[in-house]
């Protein structure tokens, strides 16, 4: 699961060169290469999927998904961007397309929940601050920017990107995430 020794020691240029040959490699079909490429990403994309859904089983599932779709379309990946931003892309939509997912099938199941018994019953309160979930109540938009962005490292840009989303709006999420993390502690 580590990075070879090697890998740590060459300089950014030649590790993004050795990365597009495994790449091209991989599209050549060599499982080996591939499997390189996922050692290089695999902890990164995990714990970018973990933070999204705060779910260790759940986000094993999004990363496999990933990986599996990125050997599938790795014949299309022209190389505009970095293979970790394309890989992280993927990922992204991978716990989107699950939150949508599970939003629908929640909201079907709560109604049918409701129909059955009559009423409803509310969550349980936390009674202590808990940064993990104070970040999971964020509004989805600024949760995953402050997730790609304040934890991750990524550009506005690769947000954008990875989200749909126009940088100004990225900007803007992470402003409001930071702010009602902020409103948050200062509530506790």
Not at 20 to 49: I, N, P, S, T, W
Not at 158 to 172: D, Q, R, Y
């Amino acid at each position: 699961m580590g990075v070879s020794l090697a890998a740590l020691l060459m300089t950014e240029p030649e590790s993004r060169q050795a990365e597009k040959d495994l790449v091209g490699r991989a599209q050549g079909g060599e499982q080996a290469a591939f499997e390189a490429l996922y050692r290089m990403h695999v902890g990164r994309v995990y714990a970018l999927c973990l933070r999204m859904t705060g779910q260790p089983a759940l986000a094993d599932d999004c990363v496999q998904e990933a990986f599996i779709r990125a050997w599938r379309k790795l014949p299309d990946f022209r190389g505009q961007s970095a293979f970790g931003t394309w890989i992280h892309r993927i990922a992204v939509n991978q716990v989107l397309g699950h939150k949508r997912s599970s939003q629908r099938q929640g909201a079907h199941l709560e109604l049918l929940a409701g129909q059955m018994t009559g009423a409803s019953t509310p969550a349980p309160e936390s009674a202590g601050f808990d940064i993990e979930n104070a970040i999971a109540k964020l509004p989805a938009g600024a949760r995953d920017v402050l997730l790609l962005c304040g934890v991750g490292g990524f550009s506005h840009e690769e947000a954008a990107s990875m989200l749909g989303i126009a940088v100004g709006t990225s900007k803007a999420q992470l402003h409001r995430a930071r702010r009602l993390l902020k409103d948050q502690m200062e509530l506790r």
